[in-house]
Structure formats: C-alpha cells, structure tokens
C-alpha cells in the first residue's frame, strides 16, 4: 500500500512539474513581448532605413550598420514589427544574453578592423567611455570603429 501510494505521489510531483514549467515558459514570452511593446512606446521605433540613414548620418559605415541590424533582426525575428532604436540596450530592452552581445561586437569589430579584438581592446573601451555599456546599440559601433 506504501508503495502505491509513494507511486501515486512521485507521478503527481512529476506532472506537476511539467505544468508548472510549460506555465512558466509561456509567461516568459508574454513577459518579453509586453516588454518590447512598453519600449514602443517610451522611445521612436525606426524601421530598417530610417535606422541604417541615421546612424550613417553619425559617421558609421553603412554595411557595418546593415550587419548590426540583420543580426539584431535574427534575435528580434518573433517580433517582426519592432523597429530599432541606437540608443536600445539589447541586453535589457530585448533580453539578449550579454555573451551573445559581446560576441556581436567582436564580429562587428571584425568586420571593420580586420581582426578580433584583443583583450587591450576591450580594457581601452572600458577606460575610454567610462564604462558604457557595450549592449546599447550605438556602442557596439563605437566600439567596432573606435570612436
């Protein structure tokens, strides 16, 4: 009789531990959609050229610019009406992990300097910019040029 009902208890524990996860897997995404339609609405949202036309207005090479979009896009493609904004911190404002972050500017960086960025590299825009995160969008381009 123990046993059964040990049984009973670990199938129940089980199930509801898959219906709590699935419960909170999908709360997750209703949380980050809410999040960017927040973000709609406290800064303007550029579509594609309005965005690569502005920051080319601020010196950046435009196929750098169309990369940083194109990848930003590949993150933000559940969200297909979300325009971009420079001043955006991908981190914060779309939830992309920092390491993914970091690993967009070291291909940014790449594609402008012709190499990875070295650890010196990176210490200089520590010291350079007083810290600015690297996840706001501009920054990464900051970054990649060296400005």
Do not use: C, H
Request: overall charge neutral; hydrophobic content about 40%.
């Amino acid at each position: 009789m123990f046993l059964l009902f040990a049984f009973a208890f670990v199938v129940l524990l089980g199930l509801g531990g898959i219906i709590f996860l699935i419960v909170t897997l999908s709360q997750g995404e209703s949380m980050r959609e809410g999040r960017l339609k927040k973000l709609i609405n406290e800064r303007p949202s550029m579509d594609e050229k309005t965005f690569t036309e502005d920051l080319i207005r601020k010196g950046y090479d435009e196929s750098l610019v169309k990369k940083l979009y194109s990848e930003l896009g590949w993150y933000l493609s559940e969200q297909p009406q979300f325009g971009l904004n420079p001043s955006d911190n991908a981190e914060k404002d779309y939830w992309i992990p920092n390491e993914n972050i970091k690993d967009l500017a070291e291909r940014l960086y790449a594609q402008a300097q012709g190499r990875r960025p070295l650890l010196a590299d990176w210490a200089a825009w520590d010291q350079r910019t007083s810290k600015a995160p690297i996840a706001v969008l501009e920054n990464m381009l900051r970054f990649a040029t060296n400005k």
